[in-house]
């Protein structure tokens, strides 16, 4: 059993998202030795956006491709093996202006690509091509928009996160939050630890 380690945060270890997801991908692997780990760092090392010469390679045959447009490709064929190896996914998620990081929507736009995670049928249905794997997201905010909360509304992160991966056939998807970070010592404290002792339950048994 593998697993893809992915962080979206452009901060170092004042990250919460990528200090959570280091924790418990030390957990995982100590509960799971042999097991391989790829850890792929999207906040610190971004991923090109989507441009002209990769929608030309994207829909394109190989044969046809210039030296810029296979560059391009060659980026998003390598994140795309990246993920298809992968039986379980962990994301760094902060949440930024109720939404994700641009560095995770790059990294999206660069993996959700017709023909290789994705299909399309003559009705015009999608299928997407990467059932059976599981995919946990440790989602940090300065706020609280938990299911059911005044300002649950405001989630532009989980629901998109959940329709962009389901779109490639991920559905098993958990969600673990670290909220409220900006709400004083005392709600920034019982947050870390709700989430912590969530993570290491999950460490074993995920």
């Known amino acids: 059993m593998s697993l893809l380690r992915i ?3 452009p901060r170092g ?7 959570l997801s280091g924790e418990f991908v030390g957990t995982w692997h100590r509960a799971h030795p042999g097991a391989p ?4 760092d999207i906040g610190r090392q971004p991923v090109p956006h989507v441009d002209e010469e990769w929608i030309a390679g994207a829909f394109t045959p190989p044969e046809t ?6 560059e391009r490709v060659r980026v998003s064929n390598a994140l795309i093996d990246e993920l298809l190896a992968a039986d379980r996914v962990v994301l760094g998620a902060p949440m930024y202006n109720f939404g994700i990081p ?16 994705f299909t399309v049928d003559a009705s015009g249905n999608y299928q997407g091509l990467m059932q059976g794997k599981k995919l946990l997201v440790i989602a940090s905010r300065g706020g ?10 405001y989630d532009m ?13 991920i559905t098993d998807v958990t969600f673990v939050y670290a909220d409220g970070l900006n709400l004083g010592d005392e709600a920034r404290e019982r947050a870390l630890n709700e989430a912590r002792e969530k993570l290491a339950d999950l460490a074993h048994h995920w």
Do not use: C, N
């Open 102 to 117: 641009s560095t995770l929507k790059a990294w999206l736009d660069q993996v959700i690509r017709v023909g290789r995670t």
């Open 65 to 70: 491709h210039s030296p810029a447009v296979a």
């Open 7 to 9: 962080d979206s945060s």
């Open 37 to 40: 780990v790829v850890t792929r």
């Open 157 to 169: 992160q989980e629901p998109y996160l959940r329709l962009a991966f389901g779109f490639m056939g």
């Open 13 to 19: 270890e004042r990250s919460v998202s990528r200090t």
């Open 144 to 153: 609280s928009y938990r299911p059911g909360s005044p300002a649950a509304a």
